[in-house]
Structure formats: structure tokens, C-alpha cells
């Protein structure tokens, strides 16, 4: 009877959504009165423990495996199946990334059980014994549902940056496990990686200038370019910018691209359709420029320039040099 | 190679989602529908492959009688084959989804030959259940990856090229496989007029079948809380420049 908490990480380093996951897991074992244990997949994770023991895993179930060097969804899912037959804890809860769904999606699959993904919510009166109610995020955010997991053992995803990290340390103990894993779950073990290059990402830097359709060409990104490289700053399309063909797809801002969270997000010539907010809505500040003060983006902006972005931009940039006096 | 694309009916939402007064499904009064996003992707890549290697592309939705639109919409940009797997009234669970799509599958293949490749989207635009593609796989006993930005054939195994937070990740899965593709693959073509003729002849094959519900129920859609946003507006035109530098110190980006 517990409250499992599957810890996500890249061959030893921690995903920092696994912190969000361990925080929820502690926080729902305690309204079951029960508790919240962490379960780590390779050797390579086993340094994890004191980490989960800092947001208060009593117990941390190390998978191991001589196969299990790098992740690799059907081993991951498989390894977590074995540990979460052998514990039936009531509550097994992963990260709400791309990875941490396919690990659930794979866990549930295996025990031929229901999965909730993006739950944002869990019905305060749960106890163990009924069914979960939960509230879940659909449309990428824009829209909830209210769900219930109907499962001897309920199987859900947190939806991410919806619970802010919280210690609480605790003494715990570690419980190493050795899965059997079939050749069949090896294939899609990662077989090689092109490591990025350091530098900035979309999902990671502090300002990111964005342009929509209102750029009107892939050239007329230059002077945002221009500003993102001022500030030290990406930049940043909709949808529709790279359906156009003028910035390439990893650029890309949405639902079906990259979620962001930078202190400003500057969104120049943006209508602000679902699909795009829904990738910049984490952001702590939001700047539309934007010709259209009625723009779904302005009304849902902190701050706003009514203008054309094509000499509102070069303006910021010119006002910047002069500042610093370049 | 025999490839199938698996693809969902989902509407295709502007500015807003608006919901129907009872709660149980999004108000598609005014809304046209779409292919979701990361699939039409999937069938641009199943066409790419079949382009560069022969074959032909089979295209498989389960859904209303109207999702036959989108089922024409993946024959005009290059699918041979289309099957729709009718289903009434609410969506399916992901796990009675899966469980259909499977025995479909099954069918198909004892019929006319084992797929190759079968390709779902990494998750569905509308309900982002992010498990169908994973239950189906299984079910079919296909090595399974999702989050696929590139995928190349190299004799009998897949190449799949996935994005992380560490770079690319390359996992290579021996045929039959199956991959969960995400948008930015690829960029999908527009139809040519002999691909619309196409898609208006094809013979679209119903395959009904029968699954139990799984245990994950919907009960509700709800609006999620507006934001409170009290735009401030800067100003007009490249005058605000001076006050959009004066917010960028305040927040201290501008250093």
C-alpha cells in the first residue's frame, strides 16, 4: 500500500519534472494516509535515492538490469511493470514529459491497465479505495476533463510545471530489484545520440522573441534575430511560420511544438491561437506587438504595443544599442 | 513496404474552445475538422518512405462515418488504401481504441500481408491520451518508440531519430515496428489534383469490430480559468520602443 512515484532522468541526471512528480505523489500518499516510495529504473539512477528521500520517499525501489544503460521505452515500462506487480502500491504517478508518458503509456499497457495523462488535479477525498477522480488537461491545456480511473492500481501522469517542488526530508531505505527483461523490450533501448550543442535552447532561455504570420517571409526574422542576439535571447515561430516553410520546425512555439517558460516571451505579429498559447501561456511575462490591438495574444498579454513589429522591432534594438551606448 | 498510418478526426480549434452546454464534448457548430496534427506528419512520412522504397500506404481511422473526409484527405496527398473502423456516439477510451485498432489490424494482416511499419501520432490534438500507438503495438507485438522526428529504412530495421533534452537520440527497431511520430518530421504536402481524383474514387473499406471499455471514464470538459489579464498597453508603433527597454530592465532581462 503506497503511493508510487517513478523518477524520470537521462542516464543518471534527474529530469527536473520528477521533482513536481515526487512532491504530488508525497502530497496525495499523505491525504491516503499511507506512504509515498520512489522507484528509480538502471543502476545508473541509484545516486537518485537520496534525492526522492529529500521529498520524503520512505522507500526507494532501484530496477536493475545489465541492459538498463539508457533509456529505452519498452525496457523502462517492462522493468516498472515487474517492480509495480511485486508492490501493488494503489497510486503509481510519472512525469508529464514526452519520455514520462511513453514510460506510463508502456507501464499501463503491460498491466493492461487504464492511464490518465496530464493530470493537473486528484479529488481531495481520495483514500485508496474508490475510484481516482482527477482532473486532466486536453487540447495541450486549453481545455480540462474531469476523468475518473476505474483501476485496482491507478496509473497517472502529473501534468507538468502544476505542482511546485517542495522538500520533505525523511530517512529512507533502498530496495534493489532485478527485473527480467525479454530480448523483445531490448530493441528500442537508445542506440546512439548526436549530443546538442551547447548553447541556449528554446525550452531553456530566459527571452524569447517570437514571429507569426505578420513576419511575412523567412528574411523578415533578421531583426528579430537581431534582438533575441541583444538580449541574449532565442527566437522563437507559430505554426503557421513553419508551415510556410520560413523557420525550421524546432523554432516552433505550440502544442505541437516547444513549451516555454522565459521571464518574457515577445510575440511579434502573433494572432494567438490556441495551439500557440498553449506553448507560451507558462511564460512569466508576455509582450505582444502586434497591429491588431483586438489579437487573442494582446487581450491575453501583461503588456502590449499596438504597431507594425516590422519598425516597432528595429526601434527596441536601435533604443538598446543606445543604452549601452554601441 | 506496406506501411499503415493510423489517424484521428479531431476539430480544428482557433482562437477558442468552447464546449457544449451539457459538458460532454467540444461545441464543433463552427468548427471545421482536421487530421490531427503529429498524423498528418505520420502519413507525409509513410508516403516519403514509400516513395523512396515502393509499397504502398494504407491509412486506418477509427471514428464517425464523417471521419471518411479525413480518411480522403490522407488519399489525396498519397495513401492507396483507406479503412474506417465506425464507431457512434463518444469518443472510445484509449484502451477499447487500442484494443479495436489491434483486432482491425489483425484482420488486415491475415487478409493481405503483415505491415511493415505502422505509424500512429505521438499523441492526439484533442484528447492527448499519449497511449494508443503504445496498447496497439503491444497488442500486436511490435517494438514500439514514440516521438519520432526522423525515421529511415535500412534493410529490415526502422532508424528513428527522436529529439531529447541532451541532443538526438537514434533507436534503431527491426520490421515490423511501429513509431509515434510528432509534427516537424517532416512538412506535409498539399494535395495535387490527381491526388483529389484519387481520394474521391477510393473505395473506403469498413471494418467494424467490437472491444470493451477500458477504466479510464470521462466525466466532464471544463474550461480551464481564464487568466486575469489587464493588458497594459506600452504604446503605439516604434515610439514605445523606449518604454518597452524601460520593462525589459524592470524585469531584469536587459542588463
Redesign the interface.
Known sequence: MSVLAIIEH??GTL?SASLGVLTAARNLAQQMNTTMEALTIGANADALSSVAALYGATVVHQAHHDALTD?G??AWGEAAAQVITSLSPQVVMGSGT??G??I???I???L???????CTEFDSSFNGTQPL?V?????????????????PIKIV?LANHTVEPTEAPTTSTTNVIDVQLDA?VL??????????VAGVTL?TA??VVSGGRGVGSAEAFAPLEELAAL?G?VVGCSRAV??N?WRN??D?VG???TRIAP??YIACGI?????HWVGA?AS??I??INLD?EA?I???????????LH??V???S???RR?RGV | MKILVCVKRVPAPGARINITDDGQQVDTAFLGFTVSPHEECAVEAAVQLVEQHGGEVTVLTLGPAEAEEQLRTAVSVGAAKAVLVPIEGQDWDPQRTASAIASVVKDLESANGSFDLILFGNESADSCGYQVGVRAALKLARPMVNGAKGIEIDGTSAKIRRESDAGQDIYVLPMPAAVGVKEGINLPRYPTMKGRLASKKVDISRSETTASVGGLKMIQLQRPPERASNTQILGTGPEAASAIVDLLEELGVFK
Open positions: 537521462d542516464r529530469t533509456f521505452p519498452e514526452e519520455r508518458h511513453e506510463v503509456a508502456q499501463a499497457a503491460r493492461d491497465l487504464p492511464a490518465s495523462m496530464n477522480k482532473v486532466r488537461a486536453r487540447w495541450g491545456g486549453s481545455l480540462l476533463e474531469q476523468a475518473e480511473v476505474d483501476a501522469t523483445s530493441h528500442s533501448i537508445v542506440r546512439d545520440r548526436v549530443e546538442r525550452a530566459s527571452v538580449l535571447g513553419t508551415n516553410g520546425h524546432t516552433q502544442q505541437t511544438g521571464d518574457i494572432s494567438g491561437a490556441i495551439q501561456m512569466k511575462n509582450l505582444a490591438q487573442n494582446v487581450t491575453k498579454s501583461g503588456y502590449a504595443v499596438i504597431g507594425d519598425k516597432v528595429p526601434a527596441v536601435a533604443e538598446i543604452r
